[in-house]
């Protein structure tokens, strides 16, 4: 079968392994075969491409399997009682490692697809699920205002979800210009297309002279921006730091977040029982409409092109798709 290896830096090579063997229910109970069939790129894993977010060495090779996590496909064996073969889910594997044909999981990591929904709008269920799982910290959000810091998938979905906790003013902030455009799509009331540093007569501007009570940081892992959180944020607010920084994180000004008296909230690892079916459930009832972010689409055998276009956010791209050899469906059903 096909597995997917980061020889080197920013180098995607297919190769062949063997298939994985499903273990006795007596030696590893519990396990399912998992056939992923559609995927889509994720800003977690541009570090294991890029290698260079600092402080932290990638070594290479990585290992065989990364970096793919968001995914949805088919159960095509198992050990255990959760899943039937033939079941289609959406899968999270272990690791991030799922640039496989075919992997082992735990039958814990999946969730059942809601029927309502097209493959390519299912798996963004996972993505979304730590968007609410982050949202769950948050205050009650109603007629309060709020800024997101950086645009990309995440930070569009951001927008999407405080669109649904009734914030008054949702201000999406980021440089790309096609990203700033797009977050008046997905729910911000106001856009700046700029870096947080230079934002804030803006932001009072648009605020009648205060300062947003919330400030989101979702721009993380190549880069970090939690002191423009704080300098954003209003006294006694709260700031969402979601955004994976880099290893370790660069020297950052706690001590203005202490003047100001803030809350620092952070968020990673949902819950497989209730937030990414929550998720799969709000996007099934169009409670948010995220379709607006799938830009871009390759085969398996264009991996390297899928992620040389995501790392450069070249031509508009927000959420690149990548199809397995399983994958057999016609994307406009």
Not at 107 to 136: H, K, M, Y
Not at 201 to 215: A, E, M, T, W, Y
């Amino acid at each position: 079968m096909l597995a997917g290896r980061l020889t080197s830096r920013r180098t995607i090579e297919l190769c062949d392994l063997p298939e994985p063997e499903l273990p006795s229910a007596d030696d590893q109970p519990g396990q399912i075969l998992f056939q992923p069939e559609l995927t889509c790129l994720c800003g977690s894993d541009l570090p294991f491409f890029d290698g260079d977010f600092e402080g932290h060495t990638v070594t290479y090779p990585q290992p065989i399997g990364m970096s793919l996590h968001e995914m949805v496909g088919t159960v095509v064996d198992t050990n255990g009682g959760r899943w039937t073969p033939g079941t289609r889910v959406l899968a999270v594997p272990v690791e991030q490692q799922g640039l496989m044909e075919r992997f082992l999981l735990d039958e814990n990591r999946a969730v059942a697809l809601d029927d309502r929904l097209s493959d390519e709008i299912a798996l963004l269920a996972q993505p979304f699920g730590t968007v609410l799982w982050a949202l769950q910290k948050l205050p009650n959000m109603i007629d309060r205002d709020v800024a997101v810091l950086g645009l990309g998938p995440i930070g569009q979905m951001f927008l999407a979800g405080l669109r649904n906790l009734g914030a008054r003013h949702i201000i999406g902030i980021d440089p790309i210009p096609e990203r700033a455009h797009l977050g008046k799509t997905m729910g911000a009331t106001e856009t700046l297309c700029a870096c947080g540093r230079d934002c804030e007569q803006d932001i009072r501007s648009i605020l009648s002279g205060k300062l947003p009570q919330v400030v989101v940081e979702a721009v993380g892992h190549r880069a970090q921006a939690f002191d423009q959180a704080v300098s954003l944020c209003a006294e006694h607010g709260d700031i969402l730091y979601f955004g994976v920084p880099p290893i370790p994180v660069p020297q950052i000004n706690l001590r203005a977040a202490m003047w100001k008296n803030l809350r620092i909230l952070t968020s990673i690892h949902p819950d497989f029982d209730r937030t990414f079916p929550l998720a799969m459930r709000w996007l099934a009832e169009r409670r948010v409409d995220l379709s607006p972010l799938l830009t871009h689409r390759f085969p398996l055998s264009r991996i390297q092109d899928a992620f040389d276009l995501f790392r450069d956010r070249r031509d508009g791209a927000i959420k690149v798709l990548v199809e397995f050899p399983a994958w057999n469906r016609d994307p406009t059903d």
